[in-house]
Structure formats: C-alpha cells, structure tokens
C-alpha cells in the first residue's frame, strides 16, 4: 500500500517535471520565430518595424506566464496522480504547443478574425486546464483535503481568468483606452481580496482543529 | 553496496528525466514547422486551409502522448538501470526525435506511402520501446519482482499497442468509416478488463500473503 | 504550518527548474539559427565566413552561461518563493529568451546600433534579475538569514556586472585593443578578493557563535 | 559546514539537470533541420535521397548519445561542484550545442573538409569534458574517494574515447570496408575487459576492508 502511494507521489513529480518541461520550451519558442527586418536605420526604425512581433511576444510570453503560475499552484494542492490526469493534461498541453502559431497569426495579420481565433486559443487551454483540475478535485480524488466550495472557487478562476484577461487586453491594445486595463486591474485586485479572505478563514479553520 | 543501490537508482533517475526532457521536446517541436497560411479569409477558411496540418499534429501529439504515458509506466516498474538500458533507451529517443519529420511527411503528401512510412516509425518506436522493457525485465533484472506472465503482458502491450492505434486511427480518417474508432474502443476497453483483473488478482495475492 | 513550509520549499523548487529548462533551451537555440555558408573550399574559408557567426555565438553563449551561475548562485541563498517572485523571475527568462534574436542581429548587422540594443537587452536582464532578488532579499522574506551588507553587495553585482562585461567584451572586440580584457580580468579579480573577504568573515562569525 | 555541504550537493544536482536538458535539446535539434524532399515516388526513392541527411542523423544521435552516457558515469563519481566546474561544463555544452550545425555540414557537402571540421568538434567536445573531469579529480577535490590510477584512467577514456570512435565510424563510411567498425568492436571490447577487471579489484578492496 505504501509502495502504491509512492508510486502515485512520483508519478505526479514526473507529471509536473514533463509539464514544466513543455511550458519551457513553448514559451522560449515563442520568440524562435522572430527575425530582425532586413533594413533598418537606428534604434528607433528598428523597434518600429518590429512593434507588433514584439507586442505579440509581450502578450503571448504573458499568456504562457500566467498558465505556469496557475499550473504550479492548482498541481500543487494535487497528492497523486492517475492516467486520466495524464490524459487531460496532455490536451492542455497539445493547446499551449499551439500558441507560438497563434502568435505568428497574431503579428502577421492583426485583424479581427486573428485576435478571435487567438483569444479563442488562450481559453480553450483555459478549459482544458479546468478540466483536468475538475476531474482531479471532483472525480478523481487526487486532491488534498479541502472544502467542496474552495475546489469550485480554483474550478472557476482556472477557466475563466485566463481568457478573460486576454480578452481585456485586446480591448485595451485596439481601442487605445485604458479600460481593458482597468478591467484587469479589478480583476486582479478582487481576486486577491478574496484569496486574502480563504487564507485567514483557512487558518482560522485550523486554529479551531488545534 | 548500499552506495552501489544508490547510485543505480540515480542511474535510473537520471534517464527518466532525460527521456521526459526529450519526449518533452519532441511533442512541442511538432506545432514548430506549422504555419498559417500566407492569404485567408474569415476563420472557417483558415481551419479549412490548415486541416491537414492541424490533424497531423493531433495525431502525432496523441502519439508522443501515448508514449510517454507508455515509458512512464513502464519505468515506474524499474529498480536500476544500467549501460543497454541507457542504449536501448537512446535508440526509441531517437526513433521519437524523428516524429516532427514523420508530421511533415503526412501533411505535406498524404498519400499511401507517407502514411506508410510513418505507421512504420510509429511501430518501430514502439519495438524500440518493447526492447527496452525485454531486456530490463528478463536480462538485465532491473524490474521490481513481479510474475513472469505479467512482464510478457507488458511486452505485448508496449510492443504492439501503438502500431495497432496508429494503424486503426488511419483506418478511419482514410476510409471515412468508423471502423477504425469502434476498433480503437474495442482495444481500450479489452486492455481495461484486462488491467483490472490483473490488479484484483494482486491484490489477492498481497492479501494471501499479509 | 510545516506543510505549508514544504509547499513553499516545493514552490522555489520548481521555480528553479522551470527556469533552467528555459536557460537550456535559450543557450541551445543561440545556434540553432547558424547555418554553413553555400560555397565554400577547405577548412580556413568555412571558418573565415563564419567568423562574425561564430563570434556572436560565443558572445551569446557566455552571456546566457553567467547569467545561469549567477541565478543558481542567488537562488541557492532563498529558501521560499512567492507569487511576485514568480513574475519578476519570469520577466528575467523573456527578456533571455530574446537574447537568440539579439544575436543574430549582432552578426547580421554588426553596426553600432545593434551592439547598442545587445548590450541594452544584457543590461535589461540583468536589471530584472537585480530586481527579483532585491524583492526577494529586501521585502519577501524569502532569502537565508544573511547581512543587509551582503544582500546589497549581491544585488549590486547581480544589476551591474553583466552590462559591464558585456560591454567591456565590445569594447576589445570593436576597437581591436586588449583595454576591455584588461578590464575584465581586474572585475573578475577585485570580486573574487571580496568574495574570499567576505567567506573568511561568515566563517570568523560562524566560529564565533559556535 | 553540514548546510554548506548540502548547498555543493545541490549545485551539483541543478548543474547535471540543466546539462541534462541542453543534451536533450541538442539531441532532439539534430533532427529539426531534415525535412522530407518536395518530389519523391514511393518508399525506396524517399528513403534513397534522404540517405545522407538520415545517415548523419544517426551518427549525430549516437555522438550526443555517447557523450550523455559518458556525462552521466563521470558525474556520478562527483561529490560537489564549484565555480570552475560550471565554467567548464558550459564550455563543453556550448561546443556540443554546435553539433547540429556540424551535421547540416556532414549531410549538405560530405567531402573530407566537412568530415575534417565534424570530427574536429566531436574531439573538442571530449577534450573539454576531460578538462572538467580532470579539474574536478585532480584539482577541485570534487569526486569520491577513488584511486589515482582510476582517475588518469576515466580521464583518457573521456578524452580519446569518442574522437577515436567518430573517425574509425567514418573510416568505415568513407572506404566501405570494414575495418573501422572492427577497430570499434576491439575498442569496446578492450574498455570492457579493463572495466570488469577494475571492478573485481574495487570489490576485492572492499572486501578486504570489510
């Protein structure tokens, strides 16, 4: 039994360890596309010419970003691991590897039918990830202990911030106005009262036990 | 001797995370090559205009996925390593690395012959694979102790599993039947039957023996 | 608590292997845009085309080589990780991973401008490094018990060190002069004295407490 | 003293992990530049014109492939890791990050230059991992306890070892005869003998210690 229950610990430390892998090197490839333009004149021409790539870049280095951070914290309240997360989270997987594409679609043709199909993109891998963390916390009984409205909370920010915030982005970069970036910063600034919140009940939860 | 035990299970250590590092980026190296097209108009065109690419990466995705859940399991069983292992492990690495190749092939020219060549590939991965586990499991004894029928199961599944995937996949996308798929189902589910009893009777025989 | 010590352990952990994956993919991309020239007889002109190539490589290759000693070496004396160290790290590894754009502008177009944004995106990095530890160190909590005077010396060669050398190396490379090695070798000297200076005064303190 | 000891052992964990990676990476490049031809008429015409390119692949894969087995049995026998060592590691990977630009140049032109310059660089790769061995044996104090004899033995075997291999391969190759793979075959077979006989004295010198 104890054997098992090693054998699930290291499957969920090889799990993350390919994870952190393929995140590595979508994110490192995102810029592996990008040349410098032929003819240029000056710093300034230079970063005129390369604006939208590097924009791109900025927003998709992000995109990767935030999907690391919200992996490494979701896997990290996960105890074992079984086939049915390796399947799930092979999807997500098989989504980001697609995102230096989206990019390139991204810079080359910034028209509307680019940013739907990218944004598009960004939140399907958003769903993917809910998806393999849902089965995780709801049917596969990987998680650690904790309250059912904690796993729904995680469930719902891992599927819907992720898209979300990309969607406010745009509406900010195509507009020019600020409230793309005042959403975000709402969004951002709710979210961590709220964790604030779960943090002292938890601890508060805790006290109580002891 | 302790130190000796040591530093196979290092051995050991080390070549899952090289493996996981080269599965890691072969699987990304994939979506490298595909680009969107130069001229498209509207999103439906531009699904229309990348479906053989995007359907050669799903499939080759699914491939590499399925190996590396396959080495995953295979080498959880393992104890030690040693000096073949590390050669016989190389030569599936580098069978593997040749998939992208392989994705380009298929979407570039669909023809019978690509198809060929690369369900070739596919079984050899897999032969590379079976060859590995042989040796570990019945020559070089760097298995944890399990029975000599479960070894061989293991055997056959590794060795023949995805060829047989691979094939009935194109089955169905080539003759547009569902053939391939209900084949698929059939395998899958067969293997689960299987699986099962395999884990009940251990756990008898655990239970016999506490 | 001693479970969320561990999370946090685990945290930093992973931090540090996600960005050596990103270190090793950058360094391995730096060649991967080099090719051979067309034409070319006998050894001597393959080298002689591949001069500027080859020397923007080595440059690149160093660059990225200190700043990985250089993140292992900070991130050895932090015993957490938190959210903010999570972004400015990750800040650090997308200003890296456009360090194999850099290059090939540096070979490509070897004209003042170029060595200015190489240079400029060197310092960037190093600059955004600075700023991870200096959060870490200052504000996180998240280092070692260690001197304020040491956090700072650490901070200050993390920020500076890499644009000086870098430029310092541009500086022999451009005007043909040894007066940039010469500088190198005295920063490498005056360091490694106050880095002895300061081990022998840790362990007269160690000693001391003992 | 106990803390520092456990900061060396982890250096020397993070340095093999991040070679680990570059060797993967580099392993994984060597087939990213092989693409299909354009115009080709069943299997045995595709498999004819990508002879060159799939030969060179093969003798890249087993280079890299013999360097990570020989990487990993030197870096076994370490114990820490120090400044020095990085700086010669780096030395080692950036020469063998080069190796898949070395075997565009064996497959585009396999005249005796590019054979000249291809086995020139597997020979540099070697003789800096024998500098890195020899420091870390010899002067860093790096390794385990292990005889002098030993060490000047690992480190010949390190430096000559592949040099040797990769010409009698091409001897082979060049002059289609046999001769190089026999040369291969007394070389292995040679190393055997002294490794089997070296680990009967080690055991017998354990023995009579025990």
């Known amino acids: 039994m ?6 699930e610990a290291q499957h969920l430390h090889r799990l ?4 952190d892998a393929v995140f590595a ?8 596309e990008i040349h410098p333009p032929e003819h240029w004149r000056g710093v300034a021409d230079l970063f005129g010419q390369m604006q939208h790539k590097l924009m791109a870049y900025v927003v998709s280095f992000a995109v990767v970003g935030i999907y690391w951070v919200s992996h490494r914290r979701t896997y990290s309240r996960l105890r074992r691991a079984d086939g049915v997360l390796d399947g799930l989270n092979l999807v997500m997987l ?20 680019s940013v739907f199909v990218y944004v598009g993109l960004v939140t399907a891998i958003g769903l993917a990830h809910a998806a393999a963390w849902g089965y995780a916390a709801f049917f596969g009984g990987l998680s650690e202990p904790m309250p059912a409205l904690e796993k729904i909370y995680v ?3 891992v599927a ?4 979300l915030m990309c969607s406010l982005t745009f509406v900010s970069l195509i507009t020019h106005t600020p409230w793309g970036w005042l959403g975000i ?26």
Do not use: C, Y
């Not at 993350?16 to 994870?19: A, D, P, R, T, V």
């Not at 090197?25 to 592996?32: Q, Y």
């Not at 910063?185 to 002891?210: P, Y």
């Open 16 to 19: 993350i360890l390919f994870s």
């Open 94 to 113: 098989g989504l980001l590897a697609l995102l230096p594409l989206g990019t390139e679609l991204l810079w080359e043709n910034g028209n509307a039918a």
């Open 25 to 32: 090197i979508a994110i490192t490839l995102l810029a592996i």
């Open 185 to 210: 910063a709402l969004v951002v600034g709710g979210l961590s009262v709220i964790n604030r919140l779960m943090a002292r009940k938890a601890a508060a939860v805790q006290t109580a036990e002891a």
């Open 2 to 7: 104890t054997d098992n229950t090693h054998k």
């Open 155 to 157: 469930l719902l920010r």
């Open 160 to 163: 819907l911030l992720p898209g």
